[in-house]
């Protein structure tokens, strides 16, 4: 029993070290498509904001999601991360901020 635990960890460890790259950026993951999603149903598509929370709604929960429609500009923390886009214009749409 002991030797298929260890192996089980040993494979998980492998996977993980070869996965490392993928998994170190995940987290960045959610709040950047949540608040590049959110943005573009929000002034992009011209919906309203409950419609576009609904949308933008994933399996992990964001901490928080902020709309500041005179800036037209969208906070989304999660994971620890924070990603913010903002609407450019009719023709650029909306972007992430670095």
């Known amino acids: 029993m002991k030797r298929i635990v260890l192996l089980v960890l040993l494979v998980l ?3 993980a070290w070869y996965e490392r790259q993928a998994l170190e950026d995940f ?3 959610l709040s950047a498509y949540s608040a590049k999603e959110y943005c573009s149903c ?3 598509m011209g919906f309203d904001a409950a419609y576009c929370q609904g949308y933008v709604q994933q399996y992990l929960p964001l901490s928080r999601l902020e709309d ?3 800036a ?3 906070i989304a923390e999660g994971l620890g991360r924070r990603n913010t886009a903002v609407w450019l214009g ?3 749409g909306c972007r992430l901020l670095p």
């Open 27 to 29: 987290p960045d993951i």
């Open 90 to 92: 009719p023709r650029e």
């Open 13 to 15: 460890g492998a996977w």
């Open 68 to 70: 500041e429609p005179p």
């Open 42 to 44: 929000r002034y992009v």
């Open 72 to 74: 037209q500009r969208v």
